[in-house]
Nanobody, 126 residues
Framework: QLQLVESGGGLVQPGESLRLSCAAS????????IGWFRQAPGKEREGVSC????????NYADSVKGRFTISRDNAKNTVYLQMNSLKPEDTAVYFC???????????????????WGQGTQVTVSS
């Protein structure tokens, strides 16, 4: 069974940092683009960032550019989202997802993703 599990969420104050992890089981992440998404209460889910299977292509939503960094460690079968300078508007449930199209060499935060994790809560509040 293909599964993604997010971890690393929590409650932080504005300006602080968190690192989210997305670990895979049942399949190897090496071959797939991975995206991070978030959904705040009462809002639609939005794409935050993605990384291509090689790691050579990354994309970010304008709202997080310069503050968030996506990376992958294929040896650990894990993708990370480093979030710095967090703001209250970053509060949301964060999900990771895998694009199972092995032929896609780039990534997009508006692309179709096939396998989703359950999410991890990030709350930024003073």
């Amino acid at each position: 069974q293909l599964q993604l599990v997010e971890s690393g969420g929590g409650l932080v104050q504005p300006g602080e940092s968190l690192r989210l992890s997305c670990a895979a089981s049942g399949f190897t992440l090496d071959y797939y683009a991975i995206g991070w998404f978030r959904q705040a209460p009462g809002k639609e889910r939005e794409g935050v960032s993605c990384i291509s299977r090689s790691g050579g292509n990354t994309n970010y939503a304008d709202s997080v550019k310069g503050r968030f960094t996506i990376s992958r460690d294929n040896a650990k079968n894990t993708v990370y989202l480093q979030m710095n300078s967090l703001k209250p508007e970053d509060t949301a449930v964060y999900f990771c997802a895998a694009d199972l199209n092995m032929f896609r060499t780039m990534c997009g935060i508006t692309s179709k993703y096939d396998v989703w994790g359950q999410g991890t809560q990030v709350t930024v509040s003073s």
